[in-house]
């Protein structure tokens, strides 16, 4: 599949890209320990499924036995996005709950895909499909700024006005 998604990333106009649509964790039976990005992996291509641009439908890749796992229903991946900006009045620790909750692992310093890491009045959230991390500071119960930040060196790359989190 990512063979072929190099190929067809060469005939999208406009520099897009396919999507690869990786088959989900081992089966059952096969006793295989839980793969946290690939689960990732797969919540970042929803996720841009379900922003995309109606005008440019994506291309995704997959292969036989990733079409034959079941995916979540999108009311229930719509119900798990969280959707922060700049101003807004947030239960900081409902907000840490809720992320548990949509599968985020609470760590000591964020390092990977699907986890968040809670200092104070700073949360930091590393979501799907994202390069870099984000960071919140809150003012009491109001995100008084969000920004970007690369989770190798713990530093700021910019500022932004408002974040998208994936389940």
Do not use: K
Not at 1 to 15: H, M, N, R, W
Not at 58 to 75: D, F, G, H, K, S
Not at 127 to 144: K, M, S, Y
Not at 153 to 160: G, H, K, V
């Amino acid at each position: 599949a990512d063979v072929l998604a190099a190929g067809i990333a060469q005939l999208l106009p406009g520099g897009d890209t396919p999507y690869v649509w990786s088959a989900a964790d081992p089966l059952p039976y096969e006793q295989l320990p839980h793969d946290p990005t690939l689960s990732a992996q797969r919540s970042a291509v929803l996720g841009r499924l379900l922003m995309a641009d109606a005008s440019r439908p994506p291309v995704v890749v997959t292969t036989i036995r990733a079409l034959m796992t079941a995916i979540r229903e999108r009311e229930s991946f719509e119900r798990d996005l969280v959707r922060l900006t700049v101003g807004q009045r947030v239960d900081d620790a409902a907000l840490v709950r809720r992320l548990v909750e949509a599968g985020y692992q609470l760590e000591p310093m964020v390092e990977g895909p699907g986890t968040i890491s809670r200092r104070g009045g700073i949360l930091d959230i590393y979501t799907p499909g994202e390069d870099e991390a984000i960071r919140l500071e809150f003012f009491g119960d109001e995100i008084d700024s969000i920004r970007r930040f690369d989770p190798g060196t713990q530093r700021s790359t910019d500022r932004i006005t408002s974040a998208v989190v994936l389940p």
